[in-house]
């Protein structure tokens, strides 16, 4: 019985402590959804009011902007050039047919007025009318008046705007309610020879208000620049509207959305204002109207939470009494283990912590002497096989020897791996992962052991080989070494010594091993290097590149970075292929650091301010690959020819200013060709015109037409000279031809250049 209820004092327990991990963080987000659910709610409903009001101001801003292109075409129109009534009657109906199809294309425009200077009629897209009599019979204006309009029209300065106007035009029953748009019409901004008056009706703009604001709760309205009201949109259960006329006036339209406090109420008011029209618009939104939707969304999504929470009490309830029955038998099995249930008032997780950690301890310290054993009799077995020293048995590990002794063993052979440079920092944690992973590499009929050599960043590899084996051995080392690299991602290089028979000729396969390392400055970093193969194949002295270091102080000398590339390639590939002494290797990477050296001092630079920047630069040992020595002569090379190319550079600014000036003074020479400029500066015309392009941008022919083209343009601007004698003046002997190109050059011809600019004077 008392078992029993200690079973259900910890089930109680436990359960509890799941019921509040489970309860706690729903909890915190409850109150945290409560508390900031509102303030989100509000923020989101600035953001959308302000969002629909800016689509709206851009909508009302695009529409508005049809007038501007209405003018600019009316401007640039021949079909729109000034006339009077009196002289060309005719002219009237094309001019109020043309109104007629703006309007009907521009739902915003209602009506436009034209009248040009000087002229007694005005023409709309209604008709034409006689400005002293007809005109104020036709619109009738409650508050305004037609004279203000005509004088308006008259001096439209950079265009006026005129606000809640009331229209009656006559034969419309129903007055229109507007805004008058005036714009001047001038020739290509000089000279006002007229203007346009445009009637923007406000059915067209509340439109556009209720198309973007799809609910009845918004209250909009819209001023212009001058704070006159254009139109407005009020709700039917909305304040009245003098209540949102005073908020707008004191507004001081800088903030973009603020609260404001009406009858108890919070509405939020939003403002911006166009910088094509200038017209400000606002909008006034009920605060709760707007998140009646939100907040009762809040109260049924509280109600499915507690729901959630409910069901989750119970699915814990549940899972806690099936899960308990396994825990209390793994107790007993516990205590048993350790101590024959001899506690047993003990805690089951303590009982099964203590077992647990027992049996690793205990198989920690087994794993330890094992692993402590083998690699020791691994790290002397092999250290006595590659110095020729005899081996004693009590020092050896009795698998490692039969694997050695193994009679199908017929060949051996030592590989040593080196870690680059520039992955040596982890060497410590990695050393024993990388050697277990060669050794897992083994095979049938290759073996490989190994060990920690007393070079740092080094390991001492053990081959060996079954017979039948042999000629295979160097494809699998290939993949090894691949594989290797391509896990790790770092530059393992392996050196390779000879290959023997017999365990007495180790020593001498370890030697080789640690020449073909030495090699890696040559061959580069990440390679597979066969002592036998630098064995037959060192040329001699001979050998040494003197013609690709002679190309590289020459390309050092000319300041040409492509070519000091081009030329250490040279030098790189002449090291790689020939496989020269390491000394004379070594003998030509000082020669190449000692022309760079030299380079830069003769800049009139101080070497010490090189070696501050570049300090390995002479520590040659220090680099382990001939790549790495040439990207730091690279480096040092492009500063030498940064600073060559930048002394050359005022030189080159002030050739192409003569190439110029030459231009300007004979282009105006019937005889001016471009053989004739290449002959003067003594250059080819083929490169002298591709260098001129290259630095200028256009060709020698088209700068000769362009001073050309500019100078006829003065001379029929600013002289009454006949074109024949402007042809001679410029160069060209053929009236023809210089009137065509005139026209390609300005789009007219010199006499219809001379009238237009004779006009606009």
């Given at each position: 019985m008392l078992t029993?209820?200690?079973?259900?004092?910890?089930?109680?327990?436990?359960?509890?402590?799941?019921?509040?991990?489970?309860?706690?963080?729903?909890?915190?987000?409850?109150?945290?959804?409560?508390?900031?659910?509102?303030?989100?709610?509000?923020?989101?409903?600035?953001?959308?009011?302000?969002?629909?009001?800016?689509?709206?101001?851009?909508?009302?801003?695009?529409?508005?902007?049809?007038?501007?292109?209405?003018?600019?075409?009316?401007?640039?129109?021949?079909?729109?050039?000034?006339?009077?009534?009196?002289?060309?009657?005719?002219?009237?109906?094309?001019?109020?047919?043309?109104?007629?199809?703006?309007?009907?294309?521009?739902?915003?425009?209602?009506?436009?007025?034209?009248?040009?200077?000087?002229?007694?009629?005005?023409?709309?897209?209604?008709?034409?009318?006689?400005?002293d009599y007809t005109f104020d019979n036709v619109f009738i204006f409650e508050n305004y008046s037609t004279r203000e309009l005509i004088e308006t029209m008259e001096n439209p300065g950079t265009g006026i705007t005129a606000s809640g106007i009331t229209l009656n035009l006559y034969g419309e029953t129903i007055p229109t309610h507007c805004s008058i748009v005036v714009r001047g019409l001038t020739y290509s901004g000089y000279g006002h020879y007229g203007s346009l008056a445009f009637f923007v009706d406000e059915k067209s703009i509340m439109s556009q208000i209720q198309t973007t604001f799809q609910s009845d709760i918004y209250a909009n309205y819209i001023l212009d620049s001058n704070n006159q009201l254009i139109t407005h949109v009020i709700p039917e259960f909305s304040k009245s509207d003098t209540t949102y006329r005073a908020l707008i006036e004191s507004h001081d339209q800088v903030a973009p959305s603020t609260i404001h406090k009406i009858n108890g109420d919070d509405y939020l008011m939003t403002y911006t204002t166009s910088e094509t029209t200038g017209w400000q618009y606002y909008c006034f939104t009920p605060v709760d109207e707007a998140l009646a939707v939100a907040i009762h969304t809040q109260r049924r999504f509280l109600i499915i939470v507690i729901c959630l929470l409910l069901f989750g009490l119970l699915a814990i309830s549940i899972f806690m009494t099936l899960n308990y029955s396994p825990i209390k038998k793994l107790q007993t099995l516990s205590k048993d283990f350790i101590d024959g249930n001899t506690n047993p008032?003990?805690?089951?997780?303590?009982?099964?912590?203590?077992?647990?950690?027992?049996?690793?301890?205990?198989?920690?310290?087994?794993?330890?002497?094992?692993?402590?054993?083998?690699?020791?009799?691994?790290?002397?077995?092999?250290?006595?096989?590659?110095?020729?020293?005899?081996?004693v048995r009590e020092h050896l590990d009795r698998s490692l020897l039969m694997k050695i002794m193994n009679p199908q063993i017929t060949d051996y052979a030592i590989v040593m791996a080196h870690i680059g440079q520039d992955e040596q920092d982890d060497w410590h944690f990695i050393k024993n992962d990388l050697m277990h992973d060669i050794e897992e590499k083994s095979g049938t009929y290759l073996q490989l052991l190994c060990t920690e050599n007393n070079i740092r960043y080094t390991i001492t590899i053990l081959i060996l080989l079954q017979e039948g084996f042999k000629e295979n051995v160097l494809d699998e080392l290939h993949q090894i070494h691949k594989n290797l690299n391509e896990k790790w991602q770092r530059d393992i290089t392996f050196g390779l010594g000879s290959l023997t028979d017999n365990l007495s000729n180790l020593p001498r396969s370890y030697m080789g091993a640690s020449t073909a390392i030495d090699y890696r400055l040559m061959i580069g970093n990440g390679s597979l290097i066969q002592y036998d193969n630098l064995v037959d194949n060192i040329e001699q002295a001979s050998t040494y590149p003197y013609a690709e270091l002679e190309q590289f102080k020459l390309a050092i000398r000319r300041g040409f970075p492509k070519d000091v590339d081009n030329a250490l390639n040279n030098i790189v590939a002449q090291i790689q292929t020939k496989n020269i002494p390491i000394f004379i290797g070594r003998s030509i990477c000082y020669e190449i650091i000692?022309?760079?050296?030299?380079?830069?001092?003769?800049?009139?630079?101080?070497?010490?301010?090189?070696?501050?920047?570049?300090?390995?630069?002479?520590?040659?040992?220090?680099?382990?690959?001939?790549?790495?020595?040439?990207?730091?002569?690279?480096?040092?090379?492009?500063?030498?020819?940064?600073?060559?190319?930048?002394?050359?550079?005022?030189?080159?600014?002030?050739?192409?200013?003569?190439?110029?000036?030459?231009?300007?003074?004979?282009?105006?020479?019937?005889?001016?060709?471009?053989?004739?400029?290449?002959?003067?500066?003594?250059?080819?015309?083929?490169?002298?015109?591709?260098?001129?392009?290259?630095?200028?941008?256009?060709?020698?022919?088209?700068?000769v037409t362009r001073y050309r083209m500019n100078a006829a343009s003065n001379y029929l601007i600013n002289s009454t000279l006949p074109i024949k004698e402007i042809c001679t003046e410029i160069g060209y002997t053929n009236v023809s031809s210089f009137i065509r190109r005139f026209k390609q050059f300005h789009e007219l011809t010199p006499g219809q250049y001379r009238e237009l600019y004779q006009d606009i004077t």
């Amino acid at each position: 019985m008392l078992t029993i209820n200690r079973r259900l004092s910890y089930y109680k327990r436990n359960l509890i402590s799941y019921i509040f991990l489970f309860f706690l963080p729903v909890l915190i987000f409850i109150v945290l959804y409560q508390f900031l659910f509102n303030t989100i709610l509000k923020e989101e409903l600035i953001r959308n009011s302000q969002s629909q009001l800016t689509s709206l101001e851009k909508n009302i801003s695009s529409e508005m902007n049809q007038i501007d292109a209405v003018v600019n075409q009316v401007n640039i129109g021949t079909q729109f050039a000034p006339f009077t009534y009196i002289e060309n009657p005719n002219y009237a109906k094309d001019r109020i047919n043309q109104l007629r199809r703006y309007t009907a294309v521009n739902p915003f425009i209602h009506n436009i007025l034209l009248h040009y200077n000087d002229d007694k009629y005005v023409y709309a897209s209604s008709g034409s009318f006689v400005l002293d009599y007809t005109f104020d019979n036709v619109f009738i204006f409650e508050n305004y008046s037609t004279r203000e309009l005509i004088e308006t029209m008259e001096n439209p300065g950079t265009g006026i705007t005129a606000s809640g106007i009331t229209l009656n035009l006559y034969g419309e029953t129903i007055p229109t309610h507007c805004s008058i748009v005036v714009r001047g019409l001038t020739y290509s901004g000089y000279g006002h020879y007229g203007s346009l008056a445009f009637f923007v009706d406000e059915k067209s703009i509340m439109s556009q208000i209720q198309t973007t604001f799809q609910s009845d709760i918004y209250a909009n309205y819209i001023l212009d620049s001058n704070n006159q009201l254009i139109t407005h949109v009020i709700p039917e259960f909305s304040k009245s509207d003098t209540t949102y006329r005073a908020l707008i006036e004191s507004h001081d339209q800088v903030a973009p959305s603020t609260i404001h406090k009406i009858n108890g109420d919070d509405y939020l008011m939003t403002y911006t204002t166009s910088e094509t029209t200038g017209w400000q618009y606002y909008c006034f939104t009920p605060v709760d109207e707007a998140l009646a939707v939100a907040i009762h969304t809040q109260r049924r999504f509280l109600i499915i939470v507690i729901c959630l929470l409910l069901f989750g009490l119970l699915a814990i309830s549940i899972f806690m009494t099936l899960n308990y029955s396994p825990i209390k038998k793994l107790q007993t099995l516990s205590k048993d283990f350790i101590d024959g249930n001899t506690n047993p008032n003990g805690s089951e997780l303590k009982d099964i912590e203590g077992a647990i950690l027992s049996l690793s301890s205990q198989n920690v310290a087994l794993n330890e002497a094992l692993d402590d054993n083998f690699i020791a009799a691994k790290a002397y077995l092999i250290g006595q096989l590659i110095s020729g020293q005899p081996m004693v048995r009590e020092h050896l590990d009795r698998s490692l020897l039969m694997k050695i002794m193994n009679p199908q063993i017929t060949d051996y052979a030592i590989v040593m791996a080196h870690i680059g440079q520039d992955e040596q920092d982890d060497w410590h944690f990695i050393k024993n992962d990388l050697m277990h992973d060669i050794e897992e590499k083994s095979g049938t009929y290759l073996q490989l052991l190994c060990t920690e050599n007393n070079i740092r960043y080094t390991i001492t590899i053990l081959i060996l080989l079954q017979e039948g084996f042999k000629e295979n051995v160097l494809d699998e080392l290939h993949q090894i070494h691949k594989n290797l690299n391509e896990k790790w991602q770092r530059d393992i290089t392996f050196g390779l010594g000879s290959l023997t028979d017999n365990l007495s000729n180790l020593p001498r396969s370890y030697m080789g091993a640690s020449t073909a390392i030495d090699y890696r400055l040559m061959i580069g970093n990440g390679s597979l290097i066969q002592y036998d193969n630098l064995v037959d194949n060192i040329e001699q002295a001979s050998t040494y590149p003197y013609a690709e270091l002679e190309q590289f102080k020459l390309a050092i000398r000319r300041g040409f970075p492509k070519d000091v590339d081009n030329a250490l390639n040279n030098i790189v590939a002449q090291i790689q292929t020939k496989n020269i002494p390491i000394f004379i290797g070594r003998s030509i990477c000082y020669e190449i650091i000692s022309t760079v050296v030299h380079s830069y001092e003769s800049l009139g630079q101080n070497h010490d301010e090189l070696f501050n920047k570049y300090p390995d630069i002479i520590a040659i040992t220090k680099y382990e690959s001939i790549h790495k020595i040439i990207e730091l002569v690279t480096l040092i090379s492009y500063d030498v020819c940064s600073a060559l190319s930048k002394s050359s550079t005022k030189e080159h600014i002030r050739y192409v200013d003569s190439l110029k000036q030459y231009i300007s003074v004979n282009y105006s020479s019937p005889d001016f060709s471009l053989q004739l400029m290449a002959d003067h500066f003594h250059k080819q015309a083929s490169n002298l015109s591709s260098f001129y392009k290259e630095n200028t941008g256009e060709n020698i022919l088209e700068s000769v037409t362009r001073y050309r083209m500019n100078a006829a343009s003065n001379y029929l601007i600013n002289s009454t000279l006949p074109i024949k004698e402007i042809c001679t003046e410029i160069g060209y002997t053929n009236v023809s031809s210089f009137i065509r190109r005139f026209k390609q050059f300005h789009e007219l011809t010199p006499g219809q250049y001379r009238e237009l600019y004779q006009d606009i004077t």
